[in-house]
């Protein structure tokens, strides 16, 4: 594929609000993970919840939209001059000929949780309850194509945790295929019940913090985030590129990978082949890596198949806990900004490294020049995206 | 037109008073008047057992009209990309684990929760048939017909390859119903492919175009049969399958289809070979 030019990037996390906040909290090696629960769930572990959501006030404009993942959405976009950028390109390209494409699995379903705490006595939702600004699973690119005033083609993808990793491709194939000229692209996904319940019901939810690549490892800390890329056809000062994007499926089981990531391989190669790359011009894999058993497995495999076992790699869910449909976002950001500093991030909470895991893990930061790096994504109902981003 | 054309070769189509594509042809056409008649979701035979089990309205409205299109088609469904769109998915789940997680003790299912992830019915359809050909889901609200008809396009456009277009959405119950009434259940489903077949029916181009300059959204005559196009976000595609049910002797059928308030979708549906 043609390359596609990365011109602003920003991303929201517990790491810290922003890029600086991020590359600082990953030079240091600290986690964005705490001890505590979420609301009043009784759920004991630990979760990745972003500073300030609850403070945060939307314009008056977008009041209609106010819900926790609305919120976690506007305090990501005022970061880094995101805003200021969507609005050189929306001057540039015009309103029309810039799309949103954002990734989400539960949108701002908390919004409907709670209210049904509160229903009224015939039963009904409390006053004020706003379904399609907040609960409908597109509501996050609605607000955010009416925060940005962009009227061009926009939808979410919403295919679990690879959501934020396939608009890149979406973006991509509009821009080629003519019908647009810049898009913003990344997704948002906040804490709710469903997922914390969810994934507790699946014994996938780890009461220990999470431990990507560790022998203990008993499954993933859930956080949130968000994350925004703006991709233009030309740039004169790129901060990346997008190579390449591969997509697949497993056709397998819904909530378990494929043991040996058969769909995750085809994922790899397909972004290699869009790129142009072999597997020896990737310098850092950004993995999926959940520290559930299966996925590190799987993945390792996966992984091992495509690029043998010598190519540095580390999962940063240690740090931001896995932030769902918005992993493929942060993930592609923290990926960026590893190109841009020439930081591998070392995977966090290792103690035991397991030893049936053969990929070159890096458990510390590591720092030299990067050129390339690909990032994982795989999500429930066996959907896998591989994104190859390049430096500037 | 920007996009390349795309070829139907199989529809699928199941909702209120239109059990199948070809049952529902003299509606479409308007020689009959479309009465609302509530959907019967079938079974789906093609899952394992394990997984027919487990699938949920969803699933089963989704697979239902895939099922259709693909046999009307004549084609083998591993072949096939598939594009998946819907503005909320299973309704009574969403219901169900809203209702749970505001019980004192809140402990869900973890297949109602597996079957909450908005890509469930491309995740099962995709065990179903084998499948590890690309796939995605989408939601553009009422617009999500629109978003999946001009994602198939677009990707259709870029890759040359046949693909699946599965556009469905089924209703919540009480109290979620009053703050989004769907009325029933209703799923449209199309094989697409990028040159003419043997079995082609159609050529489809698609593009985008502004709301400020587009004629007003194609309506569907019978005010039943509208009410369904307005009411339902998978209604957007029946002005495309009238186009189709009336047939296309004559020149090619232009119509705009709905898709966001700002923004339109051009469609012309031609004979093959026009």
């Known amino acids: ?33 705490a001890s505590k629960q979420f609301l009043d769930a009784g759920l004991q572990g630990w979760i990745g919840e972003v500073d300030g959501v609850d403070a945060v006030v939307l314009p008056a404009r977008l009041q209609e939209f106010d819900c926790r993942n609305n919120r976690l959405a506007w ?84 295919t679990a945790c690879s959501s934020s990793a396939k608009v890149f491709g979406n973006a991509a194939r509009m821009m080629a295929a003519g019908l647009i000229d810049a898009a913003v692209v990344g997704g948002v996904d906040s804490l709710c019940l469903t997922t914390l319940y969810g994934f507790n019901s699946l014994e996938l939810l780890s009461s220990d913090i999470c431990r990507p690549w560790d022998a203990g490892r008993r499954g993933l800390s859930i956080g949130e985030g968000a994350s925004f890329a703006l991709l233009e056809r030309e740039s004169d000062a790129p901060q990346g590129w997008l190579l390449g994007i591969g997509e697949s499926n497993d056709g397998h089981h819904m909530s378990t990978p494929h043991p040996e990531g058969a769909g995750a391989i085809a994922a790899m190669q397909a972004a290699l082949v869009g790129a142009g790359l072999r597997p020896g011009d990737i310098d850092y894999i950004n993995l999926h890596g959940t520290a559930t058993p299966s996925n590190d497995a799987a993945e390792d495999r996966a992984v091992a198949a495509v690029f043998g076992t010598s190519t540095p790699c580390s999962s940063t869910k240690g740090a931001t806990g896995h932030t769902l449909g918005a992993a493929g976002g942060v993930e592609a950001m923290i990926g960026l900004l590893a190109l841009q500093n020439g930081l591998m991030p070392g995977g966090l909470n290792v103690q035991t490294p397991d030893p049936e895991l053969r990929l070159n893990y890096l458990r510390v930061n590591h720092e030299a020049p990067l050129r390339a790096i690909l990032s994982n994504s795989f999500g429930f109902g066996g959907t896998n995206a591989s994104l190859v981003l390049g430096a500037a | 037109m920007t996009l390349a054309p795309m070829f139907i070769q199989g529809i699928g189509l199941l909702g209120p008073g239109l059990p199948s594509w070809p049952d529902s042809q003299a509606t479409l056409r308007g020689a009959t008047p479309h009465q609302f008649v509530l959907t019967v979701l079938p079974a ?22 895939a099922e259709e299109a693909i046999a009307h088609a004549g084609v083998d469904p591993q072949t096939l990309a598939t594009v998946f769109s819907s503005s909320g998915g299973e309704g009574s789940n ?77 209703p919540y119950p009480e109290p ?66 009238q186009g189709l049910a009336r047939g296309l002797d004559g020149a090619p059928r232009e119509m705009v289809i ?13 004979a093959l070979g026009v």
């Open chain 1, 1 to 33: 594929m043609q390359p596609v030019a990365i011109t602003q990037h920003t991303l929201t996390t517990a790491l810290g609000a922003g890029r600086a906040e991020t590359l600082a909290a990953l030079r240091a090696g600290r986690t964005g993970l």
């Open chain 1, 75 to 158: 305090l990501a976009l005022e970061q880094d001059g995101f805003m200021a950028a969507v609005a050189n390109a929306r001057a540039r390209w015009g309103a029309e000929r810039v799309g949103v494409f954002l990734g989400t699995s539960t949108s701002g379903l908390l919004q409907t949780e709670l209210a049904y705490r509160h229903r009224q006595p015939d039963g009904s939702l409390p006053e004020g309850f706003r379904y399609a600004p907040t609960q409908n699973t597109y509501s996050v690119a609605s607000f955010a194509a009416t925060a940005l005033e962009l009227a061009g083609p926009s939808f979410v993808v919403s």
């Open chain 2, 44 to 65: 789906p035979p093609r899952l394992p057992p394990a997984e027919r089990r487990r699938a949920g309205a969803v699933i089963r409205l989704a697979m239902a009209v």
């Open chain 2, 94 to 170: 969403c219901h169900s684990l809203c209702e749970t997680l505001a019980s004192p003790n809140p402990l869900i299912s973890p297949t109602r929760f597996t079957n909450s992830v908005h890509n469930a019915a491309s995740g099962y359809w995709h065990i179903a048939v084998g499948s590890r050909h690309t796939s995605t889901s989408l939601c553009a609200y009422d617009g999500s017909f629109g978003a999946g008809l001009i994602e198939a396009a677009t990707l259709m456009h870029m890759n040359a390859e046949p693909l699946l277009l599965v556009a469905y959405d089924l």
């Open chain 2, 176 to 241: 979620l119903n009053s703050v989004r009434p769907l009325p029933d259940n209703l799923g449209v489903a199309m094989v697409l492919t990028p040159a003419p077949t043997a079995q082609s029916i159609a050529e489809l181009r698609v593009e985008p175009l502004p709301a400020r300059l587009a004629a007003p959204v194609d309506t569907c005559g019978d005010a039943s049969l509208d009410a369904l196009r307005t009411g339902m976000p998978a209604g957007a595609a029946l002005p495309l399958l």
């Open chain 2, 258 to 270: 709905e898709y966001l308030p700002h923004l339109k979708l051009r469609a012309r549906l031609a």
